[in-house]
């Protein structure tokens, strides 16, 4: 029953309390098979899978760690890619520090007092061993299991490289051209492992078009020769570009879709939850600091790294689906429009072009000399944003929200 309304969570005709309601849901989850003809999925994330959502706690991974709890799949997780996260969340600690260290020095210039940096160098480094703790504590709680190094020869990854067959590229200029590619090879051979060991399906998931995929999309054709060597079926290891890709694909079908539930969130009568209200009050939480695709915002432009900072207003707001998840979750896909403010990097020779042309710009200039090429400044727009929120059956709030799209809507 609702604190607020005294009314029951759920309106679907078999709910009565909330955790009867659960229970419901839950067995008819169990009773849904994942996948006709596959006993259990074997799932591989790459370390830009991790990157994308630091703390695992996004609407992606929270319904990622929900199908594992409720069904036999395995997630497997190589040491690498549990690695290589910690160093790119160093490095992100690293440029924060940089960042700030910026911002005190105009402090102190416009200020005239002396402050210090927060983020000290020995901070990050036990910030940075910290994180490594706190991901594979997040992983062992989802029963992932973590893999080791590949025993990979030396040869047949020098033989590889030498022959530039993928994930192995060149790279560089004017004829010194690096070979790049040993993560991800060791990677690969990790995927290879899993499917060996396994003989079931593999899905491995990662950002990595370039060095994984084909023109289309699909599975490198020198990877669909490796599992021929192995012995392994060529359609055993299945790509996904995207952790959303695979929820979207494989998660959502096995959980319930509450069409009752979706037209109350959507009239705006769901007891004690005011969806647009409570988007206005947490979505910066969640969004604050987002660095977004500025082509996606303004078309072509020069602006760069823009991020969010605020939101004014939501309005036009479309439940557009929602299932329920065993955690006491509901996991809802959503659009909405949004007046947004921003952080973004003008090049200075952009800048002075905007001087000598004025126009309707809707920015305003914090720092004309951020850096040597670069002016600091702050922008106005609309966007229209898909998203995908959990709204927590125990707090009615959002426990995550997570853009899945966005479209500019002009100045």
Not at 173 to 201: M, P
Not at 346 to 353: G, H, R
Request: charged share 30%; with cysteine; proline share 4%.
């Amino acid at each position: 029953m609702s604190r607020r309304s005294g009314t029951p969570f759920l309106s679907e005709p078999t709910v009565g309390r909330r955790s009867r309601w659960l229970r419901q849901l839950e067995a008819k989850q169990q009773a849904r098979p994942t996948r006709i003809g596959v006993a259990i999925m074997h799932v591989v994330i790459d370390t830009n899978v991790i990157c994308s959502d630091f703390q695992l706690s996004g609407a992606a991974f929270r319904t990622l760690f929900d199908w594992l709890r409720r069904t036999c799949h395995r997630l497997h997780v190589p040491q690498l890619v549990i690695d290589e996260a910690r160093n790119v969340y160093g490095r992100e600690m690293r440029d924060c520090k940089q960042h700030i260290e910026k911002q005190v020095r105009t402090l102190k210039r416009i200020s005239g007092q002396s402050y210090d940096n927060p983020l000290s160098d020995e901070a990050i480094e036990d910030e940075t061993r910290r994180y490594g703790e706190m991901l594979r504590y997040r992983l062992r709680q989802a029963a992932s299991e973590i893999i080791k190094y590949p025993d990979a020869p030396h040869e047949v990854a020098a033989q590889r490289a030498m022959k530039r067959k993928r994930p192995f590229r060149g790279a560089g200029q004017r004829g010194k051209r690096a070979v790049t590619g040993y993560r991800d090879y060791l990677i690969w051979e990790n995927v290879l492992t899993v499917a060996r060991d396994t003989l079931e399906e593999v899905a491995f998931i990662t950002g990595n078009r370039k060095d994984f995929g084909d023109n289309e999309g699909r599975l490198h054709p020198d990877f669909v020769e490796d599992l021929k060597v192995k012995g392994l079926s060529v359609d055993c290891v299945v790509l996904y570009w995207s952790l959303r890709e695979f929820v979207d694909q494989q998660v959502k079908p096995t959980l319930v879709s509450l069409e009752a539930v979706r037209q109350k969130l959507a009239d705006g009568e769901y007891p004690g939850l005011d969806l647009e209200q409570t988007l206005l009050e947490q979505a910066i939480g969640f969004l604050e600091g987002q660095e977004l695709d500025p082509r996606d915002i303004w078309g072509p432009t020069s602006f760069e790294s823009p991020s969010i900072t605020w939101i004014d207003e939501i309005s036009a707001l479309e439940v557009v689906e929602v299932r329920g998840l065993s955690s006491s979750e509901l996991l809802v896909r959503l659009t909405f429009d949004a007046d947004c403010s921003f952080d973004v990097f003008i090049p200075k020779f952009e800048y002075y072009w905007m001087i000598d042309h004025p126009g309707h710009w809707s920015i305003f200039i914090i720092d004309p000399d951020w850096n040597k090429y670069y002016v600091f400044a702050g922008a106005r727009a609309s966007l229209q944003i898909e998203a995908d929120a959990m709204v927590s059956l125990d707090t009615l709030t959002l426990s995550s929200l997570e853009m899945v799209s966005i479209t500019g809507l002009g100045l």
